[in-house]
């Protein structure tokens, strides 16, 4: 992912330079790169070419980077960490932030409708459809409005699980579903895939959640404990630190158990479901 953002975010020896350099910092070296790994464990399941797996996989990350750093912004979250380094808007300015994360929504999509990336152009418009709809109100953006209005409202179990499944697990979702399209299975070929995106996005997020309560920032490279600060209501405080650990492992164990169909060619996928658990970032 680094050499991708390398090549791609050049700096230019014009006034855009501050620009180039604010995504840059918020691109590379960092992160867990979760959801291009998720495009490239799935790929792999139909031997599908690297370098254009790498070009969907970098698109995924421009989503969600973008996402980050508007995120991150004094008008949402108000954060001055992210991947252990200061967020854009601090190390720059909230103008050039904004501009960051606009720029890094419309390289997504440019690199998707790019037939390098892939030269059958109904699948690259189906990828295009897959992470425009895991992005916008119907997904990631919808959830962050949601958290949002997290601060205000008391939300119940099932409020929280959509709330999640939109804000974390749209752009998990997407990332098994673009390895799948560029693999050519069938949308009624998917349904494992989807399953095991499902669960594991949800387990995903539990986990992030007993993080935020029991982290280490030092390790997390981020500020934790904002939840409860805000009084938001998350699958933790809902469930109870017992019941949310046994609840994301029995996810856990469910997504693996959709890839009863694939052998060992869908490893990759199951190390990245129990990965969720142990983590400490």
Known sequence: MDRQFDRLLAIPSDPREGLYRAMRHATIGGGKRLRPLL????????AVDKACTARVATALECIHVYSLIHDDLPAMDDDDLRRGKPTVHCAFDEATAILAGDCL??????ILADEATYLDPFAR????ASLSHASGPSGMAGGQMMDLEAEKASFDLPTVTRLQAMKTGA???CAVECGAILGRVPPEGRTGLRG??????LAFQIADDI???EGDEALAGKKLRKDGAAGKETFLSLLGLERAKE?????VDQAIEHLKSYGPEADLLRDI?????ERDR
Request: negative net charge.
């Open 39 to 46: 495009v490239f464990a799935t790929a792999q399941l139909f």
């Open 105 to 110: 929504h419309a390289l997504a999509f440019e």
């Open 125 to 128: 418009v189906e990828l295009i």
């Open 171 to 173: 752009l998990i979702a």
């Open 196 to 201: 095991y995106a499902r669960d594991m996005g």
């Open 211 to 213: 993080l935020d309560a």
């Open 247 to 251: 609840q994301a492992a029995l996810l």
């Open 273 to 277: 479901a129990r990965y969720t658990l």
